[in-house]
Structure formats: C-alpha cells, structure tokens
C-alpha cells in the first residue's frame, strides 16, 4: 500500500475535536489574556458555512503502511533513517500484536492474568512525507495511544519516552522534520511492566496523526466550554448560560494581537451566534480568553434525547482567520443527593451501568471507531444507561459513542499514584500529574461524563496517606474542572480513616453488606455501586465444570442488585462487566483465557444474565427463558430448572401447548419451575393487565444444515477503518439455532477489505484470533471485517463441511 498523506479540508477539520495535548506543554495556569476590547455578539451568520475556505490547520492521518518487527532489536540500528526494513512485516495501525500470540500455560501469575499470552517488546517503522508547503508551520506528531513504554525517534532523532500506555502523547517535530522529503518514524514498544491484571494488549493500538498548525492556534484541548442552567435542577430550562474558554498558543518569538470569534451551532446545524473577543498573545507562550454568552430555550443533553452542540473556534489575525477548530457539547444538570440517589436535568435516574475493558473479539485493544459504537449500542439496547471506563482512560471515540448514544460515563484515571515513577508515591513529594491533567483536559467537554474516578481498588484507599495523595489529585482535577463530582472504585477501607473521607462521592465495590453503614458515617455524600454483581457465567452453559473452564448460566446476580435499588439513597450501579474481556480468566484459570463476567460473551453475543438485567432496566415488554435453548437428549423425564425474566407482571409457562402456570413476576427478580423435559416447544407467555406483552419460545432443534450470516449494517465508509462485527449462527432446516454446534466455519471475504479477526465466546478456545476461520461455539461465532479505501461491494462467505454456505454483500461508498 502507497504511503498516505491526506489533506483534511477547512469543512472537515471543523468536525475534528482538538486532539491530544503535548506531553510537554507547561502544567502552570495560563496566562490571563490582555483583553484589547471588551466581548461583542454578532448577529448569526447566514450559512452555517466558516467564513473562510482556507485550510487553517490540518491532520493527516498516519495509521496506514508501516513496518512491523516482533522482538527486540538494537535501537542504534533500527532509528536510522536508512535502516533496511523492506523485510518487516507491513502493517496498519491501530495494531495488537500480542493478539497473535500463541496461548500457552506459565507459572508466570502476571501472564496468566494477561491471558496467557507472551508479552514481549517489538518495533514500528513508518516513511512518510511531509510537503514542503508546510515550512514555517508547526508539526505535531499525535499518538492517540501506545501500549505501552514507548520511545519513539524522527530521522533519527530521539523524540522522547511516554511510559503510560492509555493517555495520549505528542511531540513536536517542526525543527526535526524533512520538508519536502521522506521521513521515518521509529516506535519502540515494551508492554512487560504491566500496569493492570488483565490482558492489556501492545502494539500501537489507537490512531496517529500529523498535525499542521499556524504559529498562533488554540491549543490541544484547549476550548472548554462550562454550562449553567438556572432552575435547571428543578426542571426549568428557559435559557442556559455558557462560560467559553479558550487557550490560545503563539509559538512565534514575539507577542500578536488577535481575535477570537466563537460560533454556536445547535444540535440541528443552526448557528445560533457570534462572538468575539480581543487579545494579545505574549511570545512563545499561551494565554486564556475568556466568554460569556446565553442560549435561548436550550436543547437539553438527555439519556432519551442526546442532545449535542458546537463550538466553532476561530482566531483571527488583523481580521483573517489562522486557526479553527470544533468542539462538541452539551448542555445538562447533574445532581446527588446523599437520601435520593442522581439526578439528571432535574428528573431521578438510576444509575444501570456497565463496567467495560477497552479490548473486543478478534481485534484486541486495537478496537476500529465503529466497534466503539457497536460496544455501546448493544448494551444500550438492553436499557443499560451507564459506561464505566474500567480501569483507564478510554480510546475517545468511545466517548463519542456515549455522547451520541446517551451513556452516563464514569471517567476512569489508571492509577493513584504516578505511573511514571511508581503506583503510589508518597504524598507529599506527589506533583506528576501529567497523565491526570490529559485525561481531565481531553474529556472534559464530554456531557456523558457524570464524575471523575481518580482509581481502583488502591491498597491506600482506607489509610491516611491514600486520603493525601487523593487530595492532591482532587485539587488538581479541581484546577481544570469543577463541574463534576470526583470519586474512585473502593474495595474497602470505607469505615476508616482514608480515601471515602475527602472524596465527594463514595463508590463501593462488592460489598453490598456495608452499604447502610457507609451511608450512616457519610450522611452528606451519595454513594454508588462502582462495581457489583461480579458472577460468573458462560453462554449456554448450565453446569459448573472447572476441567472445560465452563461457568453455570444458573449464577444469578438479582441479591447483588436488589441490594443496590432497594436502597433509595444508592444512586445506582457499575455491574461487572458488560462485555467478557480476555485476561483475569476467573474463577478458574487454565484452560479459560477469558473472563467469565460479562452479561455478554466477547463477541456481544447475549448470556442469559443479560436477559435479568433487560428485565430490570430496560421498559419495553420482555421475557426470556432460562434455560436459552430446549435440547436435553438423554434427560427426557428428568426435571429442567426453567427461570423466567420479565418486566411484565405475570409470566405463563407452556410445554408443547399445556400451560406449567401462571406466576405474578416480583420486581427486578425472577419467576421459576421445574420442568419434566420432553423434546419440542417451550413457551413463556408475559402479561400485564390481562394482556400478552411479550413472548419467548425455545424448540428443540434438529440435526444443523446452514450457516446464516447477519449484521446490522450492510453500508461501509471508504476511510479504510469503517469495520463491522458479522454474528454466524448454525442453524437447522427449519431455521432454529443449533444450540450444541460447534462446526467450524471458514471465511472468504472479496473485494477492497480484509478480514480483522474472528472469535466464539468461548472463555476456554486457544484458537488465535487473526485467523480466517473459527469453531462455532454453541452454535455462534463471528468474524469482523474492516472495508478498504476504494468504492464497491463486499462479499462475505461462510463455509463448512456439510452444511450449507452463509453469505452477505456489503457496499462500501
């Protein structure tokens, strides 16, 4: 593949969040603008169009044609510019390579939390140009996220080391780079110095772009926008007061006057207005400009209605614009109440969240944009309302998803201490906050993102000198915003003298006993669930069995979550986990390589306990049976435990047309029978107020016959990373899912796109993801494909011996 250098039009970069700050930017509050004149509202402008088509900054994207080496080389060897790497494997970012590692049993307890997946260094290699229309300009390199410790070199030249692999870093290269003419990036990875228990992935795993900057721009992330609503909290929402704050660098060796003009567009395109302020920038360093405005009849950011706005930043030299960006907002309440729980807009939500890792099925920790939103629209879909971002920073695009979805985020910082040096540095020497200070300056603009949780579960988290170094953070968070409540996950230590003393808001982990008891010591502090309901469970299993790695689906979670909603002063919930993630494989261990915990498998395929928590926080009519499949050979005559979940008030049970009963359904809890098994259709009825509301039926399959191939969208972008997730299903000739199929199935995908990886669900395959073929497990797998940059179709078929092929074309525009 040709080397890629795109261009991103005035119109585009508008749409473009400002993105990553520099690692090396001053942590010291900027300086105050001296204000020339004082703010002025223009009138809207006509268009929604900018009022220039000049390209003022642009970012090209970086993620294609790479290099790719698996092991440790000399670094003096492989920086130079004219280093031979014509033999290395070519690759695109984002990339996982410790995905297509082989999985093998240690005695290495850190690898068998990671998976059992060897984790070893490995180099990145990119040529690239840079036109030599860019001189005078400054050129940021932006790495959105590298896993982990990485060094990276320019031509050469050492750029500099970021050790954290979940924040995002840049450096500048405007006096390294070649204009004009080819470049060479050299990355250098070692992800051995975990920083979690859980498979954490390496590789460059999130984008990479160049950017091109005028002298005098905003700085990265630097637009932040803070709304009032007055009343708001009680409901009224006639109008909405908006603080703007924009940081504006000048990297020119002396001091400009300049203007910038700030444009409100609401969630339908309009522009709404125009504002301007003067100021001068003082040389080679960065200022603060300040602005007040009101929106009229403000569209309020809600979990139903997610209302979105834009802020279009433009700075303006003797009249002309030099730089612009976009910022999306909203505008929302957010309240606790330490007796009644959160509240949203003035209106009691309860908090229905998940808690999630960052890796998916067949990709790993290099998860494409679109998944992001796939992740968050499956468990929305369920009635699921939160997204915690266990335990780091996210990937943004995640966050994006939950601004447009409507997600209520609790924003996670990887560690208490410092990263950099050590997990908890003492108190008083604690001043590193640079990877707090990114995680805080990059999401702050987020409306999902209710509360800032600055760790997990710290073995300071009760002890004094956790409470101090908590206090640091918590004035640090406080110094870039203030407009939301810091907390953190905490597994104990809430009855002493520690962390939940000087946090605004305690999160309790597990420990549903401690509940009232934290609520009676902090009777001025809500507290949520920040992690519970941790069972395990495998999809379409029903038995125990620690030799296969297989969990119960009969592992309830309903005494976890009661506890949560029957207490009126708990503002709701993180439920561990959403998804199941590779890594930390409990409660066993060897032979599952993944967690069990999910309400659905790691490819989005629902288990059972999904269905349970559907039932209780979804209000759409529902029923589901558990057992999730009606085949049994060998049992006829022995008692099936059936369970039903639904919201509706009565469920009835049929077998092959008789009615088992009718039972009134408690609320957030199940109803029950033992069923003699006999093969053929089981049927659960559910009603409210005398009428059927919902339906499910289990049958008994046949022998399988077909593979059926399905996705939500069959319509792709041509930006070469639009991917989609492509559930298979083994069925019979009747159609019905093959509950015991375990065929594999091989995949042949033509046209301009690739294949990214495949997977089953099951906790226990050693199967490698990066392959073009997978077993079905329990009648289920998938395979995600990832479309290229040329216009056309797609075709996708699914084989397997004996059984009849699969297949869906897929239009890429």
């Known amino acids: 593949m040709a080397n890629k250098l795109c261009s991103i039009s005035f119109n585009a970069i508008l ?42 900054r642009q970012q090209t994207l970086l993620d294609a044609d790479w290099r790719f080496h698996l092991g440790d080389m000399a670094s003096n060897e492989v920086i130079a510019a004219n280093y031979d ?12 390579y410790i995905q297509e590692g082989t999985y093998a049993l240690t005695t290495n307890k850190l690898w068998k939390g990671h998976g059992y997946l060897p984790y070893i260094p490995a180099w990145y290699r990119k040529h690239f140009t840079i036109p030599a229309s860019a001189q005078g300009q400054v050129l940021r390199l932006d790495f959105d996220g590298v896993f982990r410790d990485s060094e990276v070199w320019l031509n050469g030249q050492f750029l500099g080391r970021h050790p954290s692999g979940y924040t995002p870093f840049s450096y500048d290269i405007s006096g390294i780079a070649k204009l004009g003419a080819e470049n060479v990036i ?57 603080n703007i704050q924009t940081t504006v660098e000048n990297s020119q060796p002396s001091s400009v006057q300049y ?33 007040q405005t009101t929106i009229e009849n403000p569209q309020l950011w809600s979990l139903q209605s997610p209302q979105l706005y834009q802020l279009r930043t433009t700075i303006l030299q003797n009249g002309d614009p030099v730089d612009s960006t976009t910022t999306t907002f909203g505008i929302r309440t957010i309240h606790y109440d330490p007796d009644k729980g959160f509240f949203l807009n003035g209106q009691h939500v309860e908090i229905q969240g998940t808690a999630n890792h960052q890796d998916f099925a067949g990709v790993g920790i290099a998860v494409p944009d679109s998944l992001q939103a796939w992740r968050v629209e499956q468990l929305k879909k369920m009635g699921c309302n939160g997204w915690r971002t266990a335990h780091n920073p996210p990937n943004e695009t995640t966050l994006d998803a939950c601004d447009r979805i409507g997600m209520l985020v609790m924003d996670e910082n990887r560690h208490l201490g410092d990263p950099q040096t050590s997990k908890t540095p003492s108190g008083s020497t604690y001043t590193n906050f640079s990877d707090l200070d990114t995680m805080i300056l990059r999401d702050r603009n987020h409306p999902s993102i209710i509360m800032w949780s600055m760790c997990n579960e710290e073995t300071l988290q009760g002890k004094p000198e956790g409470a101090k170094i908590f206090s640091a953070m918590m004035q640090e968070v406080h110094r870039l915003d203030t407009t939301r409540p810091i907390t953190c996950a905490m597994s104990g230590g809430w009855l002493t003298n520690g962390i939940a003393d000087v946090e605004d808001i305690v999160g309790i982990n597990y ?10 010591r902090y009777p001025g502090k ?145 109803v ?61 000739d009747k159609g019905r899912l093959v509950p015991d199929a375990d065929n594999r199935v091989t995949f042949q995908l033509a046209g301009n796109g690739r294949i990214l990886g495949v997977s089953n669900g099951d906790p226990a395959d050693h199967d490698t993801d990066k392959a073009d073929n997978r077993k079905a497990f329990h009648g289920h797998c998938i395979v995600v494909i990832e479309a290229g940059t040329q216009p056309g179709t797609l075709q996708l078929t699914a084989t397997s011996p004996g059984l009849a092929a699969g297949s869906m074309s897929f239009t890429v525009q």
């Open 511 to 520: 420990n549903t006993k401690v509940y009232d008891k934290v609520h009676a």
């Open 526 to 670: 809500a507290i949520f669930g920040s992690e519970d309901t941790n069972q395990k469970t495998t999809r379409g299993e029903y038995a125990n069995n620690k030799n296969t790695g297989m969990c119960s689906g009969y592992t309830l979670s309903d005494q976890d979550w009661l506890a949560v909603v029957n207490r009126p002063f708990m503002c709701g919930s993180y439920t561990w986990t959403g998804i199941d993630y590779k890594g930390e494989p409990n409660p066993y261990g060897w032979p599952d390589v993944s967690n069990n915990t999910g309400l659905m498998d790691c490819c989005g395929f629902p288990k059972d306990k999904y269905y349970y928590f559907e039932s209780c926080w979804s209000d759409k009519p529902m029923v589901h049976i558990l057992p999730s499949s009606w085949n049994w050979p060998g049992k006829e005559g022995q008692n099936i435990r059936v369970l039903a979940f639904s919201n509706a008030k009565q469920v009835e049970l049929f077998l092959n047309g008789k009615s088992l009963g009718k039972q009134s359904t408690p609320h957030d809890d199940y």
């Open 85 to 96: 790497d014509s033999q290395w494997r070519q690759v695109d970012v984002p990339h996982d």
């Open 186 to 242: 050299a990355v250098r990875v070692d992800p051995r110095q975990f920083e979690g228990w859980w498979n954490e992935g390496g590789g460059i795993y999130r984008h990479i772009h160049l950017t091109t900057l005028p002298g005098l721009h905003v700085a990265q992330w630097g637009t932040y926008v803070i709304s009032t609503v007055p009343n708001g909290d009680q409901g009224g929402n006639s109008e909405a007061d908006l």
């Open 15 to 56: 749409t473009v969040l400002t993105a990553i700050a520099l690692s090396s930017c001053s942590k010291s509050p900027p300086h105050q603008a001296a204000q020339t004149n004082q703010t002025t509202e223009a009138a809207a402008p006509a268009a929604s169009a900018p009022a220039s088509a000049t390209p003022l």
């Open 259 to 291: 203007e910038v003009m700030s444009e409100l567009v609401d969630p339908n395109g309009k522009v709404l207005k125009a504002i301007k302020v003067g100021a001068t920038a003082p040389a080679n360093d960065r200022n603060e400009v300040e602005q």
């Open 672 to 732: 029950e029978w033992e069923v003699p098994y006999q093969p053929g259709q089981l049927v659960a009825k559910a009603y409210t107020d005398g009428n059927t509301v919902a339906t499910d039926i289990q049958e008994t399959a046949d022998a399988a016959t077909q593979i059926q191939v399905s996705a939500d969208r069959t319509t792709l972008g041509t930006d070469g990373e639009d991917a989609v997730v492509v559930p298979v299903s083994i069925l019979d």
